[in-house]
């Protein structure tokens, strides 16, 4: 399939720093957005404690977790925390559910799953 990449917005939803248009890395095999520590203190990301990432290769380091963080990718929006380590932007499968979008492989991009906007699953619930 290849590396698929996405362009995408970053900012800080408190305010008090400037958008961020950056270039992603799709990664289907990790769950969170993954932010270089310039580009947490750029949009003055709030701190939370540390959390344990537990690489491909098995490696387990701790790293600090920010947020809120908006996310914006194809015109869709949401918010999330952010794991901050590496050199490189990396859009894991919670923000990518969050937004509704999919990998198409075959054009090697990050799509829209419902062209009508942003859908979620759930189980039917019914009220007493």
Do not use: W
């Amino acid at each position: 399939m290849g590396l698929v990449h996405a362009n995408i917005k970053l900012d800080n939803p408190k305010g008090g720093a400037s958008v961020v248009s950056t270039y992603a890395l799709v990664d289907t095999g990790a769950l969170h957005l993954c932010i270089p520590e310039a580009m947490s203190r750029q949009l003055n990301l709030a701190a939370e404690p540390v959390r344990r990432v537990t690489f491909a290769d098995g490696r387990s380091v701790e790293a600090p977790y920010v947020g809120p963080v908006r996310v914006e990718v194809a015109g869709r929006t949401c918010f999330v925390g952010a794991m901050v380590f590496g050199d490189e932007v990396l859009l894991g499968t919670i923000p990518m559910e969050d937004l509704d979008l999919v990998v198409d492989p075959a054009r090697q991009q990050v799509v829209p799953r419902d062209p009508r906007g942003p859908a979620s699953l759930a189980k039917g619930f019914s009220v007493a």
